[in-house]
């Protein structure tokens, strides 16, 4: 069955510092890839996305790449900043309808 | 645009007491999602919900837990009896079911609290 695996949290890092999130999937076929992101109190939103094998998703600052041949989805972000600190999540869905959540990671970003 | 919307946002309760939480996903959309979010299980799928008809309701605990989707723009989940350890955000998300490229999109979720 599909899978994701998230870095542990939390990840705590000073402002204007570089992020990495890692994150690694196992599916069949050519899954879709996803970011989404919670902030404290609300429901997850989308960040990013990326439908094939070498897309970069982009927004806000953040990047991710659809690595096939590493199984791959990091999440960068060059200069993270307070208003960052969140909990992220990614995400797969396959050829059908569910997605497939990793278990979050949570941001901290001190001034 | 309008998103996912809930309602309650909060619902605090004593157990024992019948919860009905309810789901407007966005319009257009044809799939619906119903997801329980914890600090110990993190963030479950309870059911979701394809043309109105449930697809895969292997996430919900147990027979105290029901969903119906009536119609294409509106969806309950129900607690009956409502249990201390149900306490949790419920969230509904919505989507279109036929593109694999296309997200869900969530609501605000509902923080229950049974006493």
């Known amino acids: 069955g599909n899978s994701v695996t998230q870095m542990e949290g939390p990840v705590t890092l000073s402002e204007e510092a570089f992020l990495t999130i890692n994150c690694t999937y196992t599916?069949?076929?050519?899954?879709?890839l996803f970011w989404y992101v919670q902030y404290p109190g609300e429901g997850l939103q989308l960040l990013l996305k990326?439908?094939?094998?070498?897309d970069k998703g982009s927004n806000k600052g953040f990047e991710a790449t659809y690595r096939k041949e590493t199984t791959s989805f990091h999440l960068e972000k060059g200069s993270v900043q307070v208003s960052d600190s969140a909990v992220y999540f990614c995400?797969?869905?396959?050829?059908?309808?569910?997605?497939?959540f990793g278990t979050g990671t949570q941001l901290k970003v001190e001034l | 645009d309008a998103g996912v919307i809930q309602s309650p946002r909060h619902e605090v309760t004593e157990m024992g007491q019948e919860v009905t939480l309810r789901c407007k996903p966005i319009?257009?959309?044809?799939?619906l999602f119903w997801y329980r979010q914890t600090m110990m299980r993190g963030l479950e799928l309870l059911i979701y919900?394809?043309?109105?008809?449930?697809?895969?309701d292997s996430g919900m605990p147990e027979d105290r837990f029901s969903a119906k989707m009536p119609n294409a723009s509106f969806s309950t989940l129900k607690i009956q009896p409502s249990e201390p350890r149900d306490s949790a955000v419920y969230f509904c998300?919505?989507?279109?079911?036929?593109?694999?490229?296309?997200?869900?999109?969530f609501g605000d979720g509902t923080r229950l609290s049974i006493l």
């Open positions: 319009s257009g959309h044809n799939s």
């Open positions: 995400a797969l869905r396959g050829g059908g309808n569910k997605l497939t």
């Open positions: 919900f394809n043309n109105n008809v449930p697809i895969d």
């Open positions: 599916a069949t076929g050519y899954p879709s």
């Open positions: 998300a919505s989507s279109f079911s036929s593109e694999k490229n296309q997200p869900q999109h």
């Open positions: 990326a439908t094939k094998a070498d």
